[in-house]
Protein backbone atom coordinates (compact mmCIF):
# COMPACT_ATOMS: atom_id res chain seq x y z
CA UNK A 1 0.00 0.00 0.00
CA UNK A 2 1.26 3.41 -0.61
CA UNK A 3 2.21 6.15 1.73
CA UNK A 4 0.16 9.04 1.46
CA UNK A 5 0.69 12.53 2.54
CA UNK A 6 -2.14 14.66 2.54
CA UNK A 7 0.20 17.64 2.19
CA UNK A 8 0.79 16.46 -1.32
CA UNK A 9 -2.44 14.97 -2.47
CA UNK A 10 -5.88 15.10 -2.20
CA UNK A 11 -8.14 12.37 -2.44
CA UNK A 12 -10.17 12.26 -6.05
CA UNK A 13 -13.14 11.69 -7.13
CA UNK A 14 -12.97 8.45 -8.63
CA UNK A 15 -16.89 8.10 -9.37
CA UNK A 16 -15.36 9.84 -12.64
CA UNK A 17 -14.40 6.58 -14.16
CA UNK A 18 -17.16 4.31 -12.23
CA UNK A 19 -19.84 6.20 -14.36
CA UNK A 20 -17.97 6.65 -17.66
CA UNK A 21 -16.52 3.29 -17.72
CA UNK A 22 -18.48 1.31 -16.25
CA UNK A 23 -18.51 -2.30 -16.96
CA UNK A 24 -20.51 -3.94 -14.43
CA UNK A 25 -17.31 -6.12 -13.23
CA UNK A 26 -17.32 -6.45 -9.56
CA UNK A 27 -13.95 -5.45 -7.77
CA UNK A 28 -12.69 -3.16 -4.96
CA UNK A 29 -12.17 0.44 -5.77
CA UNK A 30 -9.61 2.06 -3.72
CA UNK A 31 -9.82 5.55 -2.53
CA UNK A 32 -6.97 7.08 -5.03
CA UNK A 33 -5.41 10.26 -4.42
CA UNK A 34 -4.29 12.73 -7.41
CA UNK A 35 -0.98 14.47 -7.51
CA UNK A 36 -1.12 17.80 -6.87
CA UNK A 37 1.63 18.67 -9.52
CA UNK A 38 2.42 16.67 -13.10
CA UNK A 39 5.20 13.92 -12.33
CA UNK A 40 8.72 14.51 -13.87
CA UNK A 41 8.66 11.15 -15.44
CA UNK A 42 5.04 12.07 -17.70
CA UNK A 43 5.74 14.69 -20.62
CA UNK A 44 9.29 12.19 -21.55
CA UNK A 45 6.57 9.29 -21.74
CA UNK A 46 4.40 10.78 -23.50
CA UNK A 47 7.08 12.06 -25.66
CA UNK A 48 7.86 8.35 -25.94
CA UNK A 49 4.73 7.09 -26.90
CA UNK A 50 4.62 9.53 -29.74
CA UNK A 51 7.82 8.30 -31.10
CA UNK A 52 6.68 4.95 -32.12
CA UNK A 53 4.51 5.95 -34.20
CA UNK A 54 7.60 6.40 -36.31
CA UNK A 55 8.25 3.09 -36.15
CA UNK A 56 7.91 0.72 -39.76
CA UNK A 57 6.56 -2.84 -40.27
CA UNK A 58 8.74 -5.37 -39.24
CA UNK A 59 11.09 -3.12 -36.77
CA UNK A 60 11.15 -5.94 -33.88
CA UNK A 61 12.60 -8.15 -37.27
CA UNK A 62 9.66 -10.79 -36.65
CA UNK A 63 6.94 -9.25 -38.71
CA UNK A 64 5.69 -6.45 -35.76
CA UNK A 65 2.56 -4.48 -37.69
CA UNK A 66 3.07 -0.36 -37.52
CA UNK A 67 1.96 1.20 -34.62
CA UNK A 68 -1.79 2.41 -34.86
CA UNK A 69 -2.23 5.78 -35.06
CA UNK A 70 -5.55 5.66 -32.38
CA UNK A 71 -3.67 3.22 -30.06
CA UNK A 72 -0.76 6.18 -29.89
CA UNK A 73 -3.87 8.53 -29.00
CA UNK A 74 -5.34 6.59 -26.38
CA UNK A 75 -2.31 5.96 -25.06
CA UNK A 76 -1.29 9.16 -24.30
CA UNK A 77 -4.76 9.43 -22.61
CA UNK A 78 -4.54 7.27 -20.32
CA UNK A 79 -1.34 7.76 -19.21
CA UNK A 80 -2.17 11.82 -18.78
CA UNK A 81 -4.88 10.09 -16.43
CA UNK A 82 -2.60 7.79 -14.81
CA UNK A 83 0.33 9.93 -13.88
CA UNK A 84 -1.86 11.83 -11.97
CA UNK A 85 -2.72 9.61 -9.55
CA UNK A 86 -0.32 8.94 -6.59
CA UNK A 87 1.41 5.91 -6.53
CA UNK A 88 1.20 5.31 -10.32
CA UNK A 89 4.69 4.98 -11.19
CA UNK A 90 6.65 5.41 -14.60
CA UNK A 91 5.93 2.60 -16.76
CA UNK A 92 7.81 0.96 -19.95
CA UNK A 93 6.96 2.16 -22.90
CA UNK A 94 6.50 -0.43 -25.70
CA UNK A 95 4.79 -2.10 -28.58
CA UNK A 96 3.15 -5.34 -29.23
CA UNK A 97 3.64 -7.02 -32.48
CA UNK A 98 -0.06 -6.55 -33.25
CA UNK A 99 0.56 -2.38 -33.36
CA UNK A 100 -0.90 -1.67 -30.24
CA UNK A 101 1.13 0.35 -27.51
CA UNK A 102 1.89 -1.25 -24.31
CA UNK A 103 2.80 0.50 -20.95
CA UNK A 104 4.76 -2.02 -18.31
CA UNK A 105 4.90 -1.99 -14.84
CA UNK A 106 6.80 -3.74 -12.43
CA UNK A 107 8.09 -4.10 -8.61
CA UNK A 108 9.75 -7.29 -7.95
CA UNK A 109 6.28 -8.54 -6.91
CA UNK A 110 4.08 -8.21 -9.29
CA UNK A 111 4.04 -6.95 -13.23
CA UNK A 112 1.24 -5.46 -14.75
CA UNK A 113 1.30 -4.99 -18.96
CA UNK A 114 -1.55 -2.76 -20.47
CA UNK A 115 -2.16 -2.72 -24.27
CA UNK A 116 -3.96 0.15 -25.16
CA UNK A 117 -6.33 -0.85 -28.08
CA UNK A 118 -7.62 1.22 -31.08
CA UNK A 119 -10.62 1.47 -29.67
CA UNK A 120 -9.94 3.05 -26.68
CA UNK A 121 -10.59 -0.14 -24.48
CA UNK A 122 -7.65 -1.70 -22.47
CA UNK A 123 -6.00 -5.12 -22.24
CA UNK A 124 -4.25 -5.73 -19.20
CA UNK A 125 -2.48 -8.79 -17.93
CA UNK A 126 -1.43 -8.49 -13.78
CA UNK A 127 0.73 -11.08 -12.37
CA UNK A 128 0.91 -12.08 -8.69
CA UNK A 129 4.77 -13.69 -8.13
CA UNK A 130 3.83 -14.70 -4.66
CA UNK A 131 0.18 -15.53 -5.47
CA UNK A 132 -0.69 -16.77 -8.73
CA UNK A 133 -4.29 -17.03 -7.93
CA UNK A 134 -4.16 -13.01 -7.63
CA UNK A 135 -3.31 -13.00 -11.51
CA UNK A 136 -5.71 -11.15 -13.56
CA UNK A 137 -5.77 -11.38 -17.70
CA UNK A 138 -8.74 -9.08 -18.95
CA UNK A 139 -10.15 -6.23 -21.08
CA UNK A 140 -11.75 -2.88 -19.92
CA UNK A 141 -12.65 0.29 -20.54
CA UNK A 142 -12.19 1.53 -17.05
CA UNK A 143 -9.41 2.87 -16.65
CA UNK A 144 -10.34 2.80 -12.68
CA UNK A 145 -9.91 -0.86 -12.83
CA UNK A 146 -6.53 -0.35 -13.91
CA UNK A 147 -5.94 2.44 -11.64
CA UNK A 148 -7.05 -0.13 -8.67
CA UNK A 149 -4.48 -2.81 -9.66
CA UNK A 150 -1.40 -0.35 -9.78
CA UNK A 151 -2.28 1.48 -6.68
CA UNK A 152 -2.78 -1.58 -4.54
CA UNK A 153 0.40 -3.52 -4.78
CA UNK B 1 24.49 -34.53 -37.37
CA UNK B 2 22.69 -32.94 -34.41
CA UNK B 3 18.99 -34.27 -35.02
CA UNK B 4 16.53 -31.74 -34.86
CA UNK B 5 13.90 -33.56 -33.67
CA UNK B 6 15.75 -34.48 -30.22
CA UNK B 7 15.60 -30.99 -28.24
CA UNK B 8 17.42 -31.06 -25.03
CA UNK B 9 16.04 -29.52 -21.95
CA UNK B 10 20.00 -27.88 -21.37
CA UNK B 11 19.63 -26.41 -24.87
CA UNK B 12 19.96 -22.56 -25.16
CA UNK B 13 17.10 -20.92 -27.22
CA UNK B 14 17.88 -17.25 -28.73
CA UNK B 15 15.86 -14.29 -29.54
CA UNK B 16 17.09 -10.79 -31.05
CA UNK B 17 15.96 -7.68 -29.32
CA UNK B 18 15.84 -4.31 -30.92
CA UNK B 19 18.28 -1.38 -30.42
CA UNK B 20 17.71 0.99 -27.57
CA UNK B 21 17.68 3.28 -29.59
CA UNK B 22 14.38 2.24 -31.56
CA UNK B 23 11.68 3.75 -29.45
CA UNK B 24 10.21 0.59 -28.13
CA UNK B 25 11.71 -0.59 -24.47
CA UNK B 26 12.92 -3.79 -24.97
CA UNK B 27 14.46 -4.70 -21.89
CA UNK B 28 14.64 -4.29 -17.92
CA UNK B 29 16.56 -4.91 -14.85
CA UNK B 30 16.81 -8.57 -13.68
CA UNK B 31 16.41 -8.92 -10.43
CA UNK B 32 19.59 -10.91 -10.05
CA UNK B 33 21.75 -8.13 -11.77
CA UNK B 34 21.84 -7.87 -15.84
CA UNK B 35 18.58 -7.65 -18.21
CA UNK B 36 15.88 -9.33 -19.17
CA UNK B 37 13.43 -9.12 -22.62
CA UNK B 38 10.18 -7.26 -21.45
CA UNK B 39 7.57 -9.45 -21.80
CA UNK B 40 6.10 -7.89 -24.83
CA UNK B 41 9.03 -8.96 -26.68
CA UNK B 42 7.72 -12.48 -25.94
CA UNK B 43 4.45 -12.12 -26.82
CA UNK B 44 2.83 -13.43 -30.23
CA UNK B 45 0.88 -11.46 -32.88
CA UNK B 46 -2.41 -12.89 -33.37
CA UNK B 47 -2.75 -15.64 -36.11
CA UNK B 48 1.00 -16.26 -35.40
CA UNK B 49 1.76 -20.05 -34.87
CA UNK B 50 4.80 -19.88 -32.11
CA UNK B 51 7.14 -17.70 -30.80
CA UNK B 52 10.27 -17.49 -33.30
CA UNK B 53 13.27 -18.34 -31.70
CA UNK B 54 16.73 -20.64 -32.85
CA UNK B 55 18.32 -22.70 -30.92
CA UNK B 56 22.26 -21.96 -29.91
CA UNK B 57 23.64 -24.99 -30.66
CA UNK B 58 22.92 -24.27 -34.65
CA UNK B 59 22.90 -21.05 -34.90
CA UNK B 60 24.85 -18.71 -32.79
CA UNK B 61 24.29 -15.16 -31.66
CA UNK B 62 26.59 -13.39 -34.07
CA UNK B 63 24.26 -15.46 -36.84
CA UNK B 64 21.35 -14.72 -35.61
CA UNK B 65 22.75 -11.04 -35.80
CA UNK B 66 23.86 -11.17 -39.22
CA UNK B 67 20.44 -12.94 -40.06
CA UNK B 68 19.33 -9.21 -39.90
CA UNK B 69 20.89 -8.37 -43.02
CA UNK B 70 18.35 -10.49 -44.93
CA UNK B 71 15.67 -8.33 -44.07
CA UNK B 72 17.52 -5.08 -45.08
CA UNK B 73 18.19 -4.37 -41.39
CA UNK B 74 21.84 -3.22 -39.61
CA UNK B 75 22.65 -5.92 -36.91
CA UNK B 76 24.12 -2.91 -35.38
CA UNK B 77 22.46 -1.88 -31.23
CA UNK B 78 20.55 -5.51 -31.35
CA UNK B 79 20.72 -7.41 -28.79
CA UNK B 80 19.95 -11.17 -28.14
CA UNK B 81 18.36 -13.04 -25.07
CA UNK B 82 19.36 -16.13 -23.94
CA UNK B 83 16.82 -18.88 -22.30
CA UNK B 84 16.73 -22.78 -21.41
CA UNK B 85 14.56 -25.37 -23.32
CA UNK B 86 14.10 -26.77 -19.69
CA UNK B 87 12.78 -23.50 -18.82
CA UNK B 88 9.93 -23.09 -21.79
CA UNK B 89 9.26 -26.62 -20.95
CA UNK B 90 8.67 -25.82 -17.18
CA UNK B 91 6.01 -23.96 -18.56
CA UNK B 92 3.71 -26.52 -20.28
CA UNK B 93 4.60 -25.28 -23.54
CA UNK B 94 6.64 -26.81 -26.77
CA UNK B 95 10.02 -26.08 -28.38
CA UNK B 96 8.76 -27.42 -32.00
CA UNK B 97 11.64 -27.35 -35.12
CA UNK B 98 11.08 -25.12 -37.86
CA UNK B 99 14.11 -24.76 -39.28
CA UNK B 100 14.79 -22.50 -42.33
CA UNK B 101 16.91 -22.11 -45.07
CA UNK B 102 18.81 -19.16 -43.72
CA UNK B 103 18.51 -20.49 -39.91
CA UNK B 104 19.03 -24.54 -39.14
CA UNK B 105 18.00 -23.48 -35.54
CA UNK B 106 15.15 -21.76 -35.87
CA UNK B 107 12.33 -23.51 -33.67
CA UNK B 108 8.78 -22.20 -32.86
CA UNK B 109 7.60 -21.73 -29.11
CA UNK B 110 3.87 -23.13 -29.15
CA UNK B 111 1.06 -24.51 -26.63
CA UNK B 112 -0.09 -27.71 -26.71
CA UNK B 113 -3.57 -28.78 -26.00
CA UNK B 114 -3.48 -28.30 -22.47
CA UNK B 115 -1.87 -25.17 -22.48
CA UNK B 116 -1.90 -22.20 -24.55
CA UNK B 117 0.37 -19.46 -25.21
CA UNK B 118 -0.83 -16.55 -23.63
CA UNK B 119 0.35 -13.16 -22.28
CA UNK B 120 1.13 -14.81 -18.59
CA UNK B 121 3.06 -17.37 -20.64
CA UNK B 122 5.04 -14.74 -22.46
CA UNK B 123 5.72 -12.82 -19.43
CA UNK B 124 6.90 -16.16 -17.49
CA UNK B 125 8.71 -16.81 -20.42
CA UNK B 126 10.65 -13.11 -20.15
CA UNK B 127 11.34 -13.34 -16.40
CA UNK B 128 13.77 -16.70 -17.77
CA UNK B 129 15.80 -14.22 -19.92
CA UNK B 130 18.96 -12.64 -19.71
CA UNK B 131 20.28 -10.67 -22.59
CA UNK B 132 23.71 -11.56 -23.42
CA UNK B 133 26.67 -8.97 -23.07
CA UNK B 134 28.20 -7.73 -26.35
CA UNK B 135 31.57 -10.49 -25.62
CA UNK B 136 28.80 -13.06 -25.79
CA UNK B 137 28.08 -12.38 -28.73
CA UNK B 138 29.78 -14.27 -31.13
Not at chain 2, 108 to 126: D, F, H, P, R
Request: with cysteine; proline share 5%.
Amino acid sequence: MNTINSSEAFETNIETWRNSHATGEAFVRPTVYARRAVPDWLVERVQKIDRLGQLEANWDSYGARKVQPLSIQYAKSALCNLGVIVGVRSPTISATPDGFVSLGWGNGEATMDLDILPDGRMAFSYLNEADSSKDIESTTSDLGRVIALLTQW
Amino acid sequence: MLGTDQILDDEFLLRRLHPPEIAPESVVPRSDGGFRATSVRMRLREGEEGLSVTRAVLTSPRQLLNLLLLQNLSPAGWRVCRFTVEEVRSLGLMVRPDPLPEDAGHCLIVGTSEVAYTKKMSSKLAEFTRVLSPQEII
